[in-house]
């Protein structure tokens, strides 16, 4: 059987360091190019951290896209820059697989109709962790008896985007099975703006930036006289590898966008 050819957006990156290293280590998958910033026309071996794994690297997404033959590009970038390169792969027939976080709404139902368009898959995962993704049904799952719901979402002070893609995402999960309800007290008021975190469907997101940590999230559950917690810690960045290879091999064979691996796995 051919390999999957991959592209990875990012390489240079936490997230994307991990990627070149799970796709060059991966039988049944080829590094076909890296997308940097930096380092047009060399080859990745040439770039401190990445001895022996050679592939071309591109600063520009389109002249790479001409170039190299592939199937999927995995980007981990930017939100603005992870926009333009999902975009951009859909419109060269290439897969993609988006871990980059903060895409909105508006973005998510473009790339819908985009997908449709091309009739090739796509995913976007928030989150690759396994564990996150369970937190994630298990929330929705207690959302069901719990509908007082707070969601904490915790990560490195180097994040760009807040609040996480994780923590919209399981509030999205949650609003799908719960009735809107506007939780705390009718007359509360914030003496501090922002004193209650963000507000989805009525439900609190608060976001935590701190040194040290990755990323963790606890969904919190009050009811009369208990307090259930679900929570999900990712402690380093090979704990989503084996949902970026879940996600390569799935999205060769999806005709549509997929948004969450809550959708792929069973
Ligand atoms: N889905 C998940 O499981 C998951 C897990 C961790 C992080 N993330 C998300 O992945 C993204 C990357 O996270 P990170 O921690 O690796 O960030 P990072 O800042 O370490 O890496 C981002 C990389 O993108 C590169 N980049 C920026 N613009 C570029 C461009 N035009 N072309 C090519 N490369 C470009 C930067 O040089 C940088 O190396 C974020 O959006 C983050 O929220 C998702
Ligand atoms: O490190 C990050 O940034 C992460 N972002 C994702 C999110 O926004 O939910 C997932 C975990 C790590």
């Known amino acids: 059987m051919s390999k999957v050819k991959v592209i990875v957006a990012g390489p240079r990156g936490r997230m994307g360091n991990e990627a070149v290293k799970l796709v060059h280590g991966t039988e049944g998958f080829e590094l076909a190019a890296v997308i940097d910033r930096k ?5 990745l071996s040439a770039i401190e951290g990445f001895h022996g794994i050679e592939a071309p690297v591109f600063s520009d997404i389109n002249e790479c896209f001409s170039s190299v033959e592939a199937d ?3 980007d981990l970038t930017t939100p603005e820059v992870g926009m333009f390169h999902t975009e951009t792969a859909l419109n060269h027939g290439i897969r993609p697989v988006v871990g980059t976080t903060g895409f909105t709404k508006e973005d998510l139902a473009k790339l819908d109709s985009l997908t449709k368009e091309k009739g090739i898959g796509c995913i976007i995962a928030p989150n690759f962790a396994i564990g ?6 298990f929330s929705q799952m207690a959302a069901k008896y719990f509908p007082d719901v ?17 923590a919209s995402k399981t509030a999205d999960m949650i609003a799908a ?4 309800k506007q939780q705390g007290h009718p007359n509360e008021k914030e003496t501090i703006q922002g004193a209650r975190g963000a ?16 990323a963790h999230q606890q969904v919190l559950f009050g009811s009369d ?3 259930l917690t679900v929570r999900h810690d990712s402690f380093n960045r090979a704990s989503f590898m084996s949902g970026v290879k879940l996600a390569v091999d799935s999205v060769m064979k999806l005709d549509v966008l997929v948004y969450g691996l809550e959708n792929i796995i069973e």
Do not use: C, F, W, Y
């Not at 380092?39 to 080859?43: L, M, Q, T």
């Not at 996150?132 to 049904?137: D, E, H, P, V």
């Not at 099975?177 to 809107?180: M, Y």
């Open 150 to 166: 707070e969601i904490i979402e915790m990560h490195h002070d180097q994040k760009l985007d807040a609040p996480s893609g994780t």
């Open 199 to 214: 507000n989805v469907d009525g439900m609190h997101i608060h976001s935590v930036r701190l040194p040290g940590l990755v």
């Open 177 to 180: 099975v719960r009735e809107t």
């Open 225 to 227: 006289g208990e307090l």
């Open 72 to 74: 999927v590009l995995i």
């Open 39 to 43: 380092h047009n026309g060399e080859s």
């Open 132 to 137: 996150a993704i369970l937190m994630m049904k």
